[in-house]
């Protein structure tokens, strides 16, 4: 049987800038769904719960960072009530069904700007081949990117565009606020920019340690969860 549209949903973290002192890794985050999987009543019902917090569900966009860190649109709100949030949109995408993958580059092992996108290349690559029957299940792929960055958008092109796909069409005018699987994106690649930390002997933020309430707490209650849907 052949699905009609494989939804890319894509995010970034991180810079493409070298040497950074301030941002170790990159992280590109792909969220992948078939469109043919109605997520209508997830979407419904969390968009029920973010009204219930006094948000306008019309032009709300959760920005995982900001909601750690208390920035931007969450700076006047309390911990418990950023956590409220997080957990909305966590409880969203339990109740989706969607698969994702992340490409890393860590900044300490490469030389340029364009080290970082020749890795972030090659990543793409070596993931499209490993999931090239579960894509030629579909007769298009469809891919969602707010051009955030220029360098992502020429890779997306690049690499998407030259390899054995069915028909691959870029979604225009992308706004993360039309998609909830965009800020779903956005919830993965902060997490795992997080477990990269970890993993690489360094320590949560304090902002993080106290919304998380630990480091123990946040793997078992967000990156163990979450994980359930990498592939």
């Known amino acids: 049987m052949t699905n009609e549209t494989l939804n890319i949903f894509v995010d970034e973290s991180g810079i493409f ?30 968009s029920r719960s973010v009204a219930d917090l006094g948000f306008d569900p019309d032009d709300f966009v959760f ?25 909305r949109m966590m409880t969203f995408a339990r109740n989706v069904d ?47 990117y707010d051009c955030g960055q220029s360098a992502v958008t020429n890779l997306l092109h690049e690499t998407l565009s030259s390899v054995r796909l069915p028909s691959v069409e870029f979604a225009q005018n992308v706004k993360p606020s039309q998609y909830k699987l965009f800020q779903v994106a956005d919830l993965i690649c902060t997490v795992k920019l ?24 946040f793997k078992r209650n967000i990156l163990r969860k979450l994980s359930r849907k990498e592939i």
């Open 63 to 87: 920005h995982a960072g900001p909601i750690i860190r208390k920035e931007d649109g969450y700076a006047l709100l309390s911990r418990h009530w950023r956590s409220r949030v997080f957990d």
């Open 98 to 144: 969607f698969r994702y993958h992340c490409i890393s580059v860590d900044k300490r092992f490469v030389t340029s700007a364009e080290n970082i996108a020749e890795r972030l290349r090659n990543g793409l690559y070596s993931f499209i081949d490993s999931q090239s029957e579960m894509v030629r299940q579909f007769k298009k792929v469809k891919v969602y």
């Open 17 to 46: 800038k070298y040497p950074d002192s301030l941002s170790r890794f990159y992280i590109l985050s792909l969220v992948l769904h078939n469109q043919s999987q109605d997520i209508s009543r997830p979407i419904a019902d969390l």
């Open 194 to 217: 997080m477990e990269q930390k970890l993993a690489h002997g360094d320590s949560l933020t304090i902002s993080e340690e106290r919304f998380f309430g630990g480091t123990r707490a």
